[in-house]
């Protein structure tokens, strides 16, 4: 069974810091693009950071310099590091894989993704 598991969420201050993990099959690591979404309340689901299978790393301009996408393969985990964090980064956060069209396949989600279950991330002042 193909799956996908993130771990890590929780409760924090404005300017702390989490860590979120997401244990995925091994061969994801080596054929699919990677990467985070996640889901504010009343609020559509937002692309947060991408790698590719090339190591290319992507992230949407709320993130970017505060929150750092990586992955160790030998672990079969990908890491997202969130820094900095801020009120507005409140929201359900999903792993997700794009086995077909790889990390281009980010920018428009299709029902052939694997996604987990999502985990919570809360951010209060």
């Known amino acids: 069974q193909v799956h996908v598991v993130e771990s890590g969420g929780g409760s924090v201050q404005t300017g702390g810091s989490l860590k979120l993990s997401c244990v995925a099959s091994a061969y994801m690591f080596v054929s699919c693009g990677m990467g985070w979404y996640r889901q504010a309340p009343g609020k559509e689901r937002e692309l947060v950071s991408i790698i590719a299978v090339d190591g290319t790393t992507t992230y949407v301009d709320s993130v970017e310099g505060r929150f750092t996408i990586s992955q160790d393969s030998a672990k079969n985990t990908l890491y997202l590091q969130m820094n900095s964090l801020k009120t507005e980064d409140t929201a359900v956060y999903y792993c997700?894989?794009?086995?077909?069209?790889?990390?281009?396949?980010?920018?428009?989600?299709?029902?052939?993704?694997?996604w987990g279950q999502g985990t919570q991330v809360t951010v209060s002042s």
């Open positions: 997700a894989a794009d086995c077909l069209l790889g990390a281009s396949g980010f920018h428009m989600p299709s029902p052939h993704m694997i």
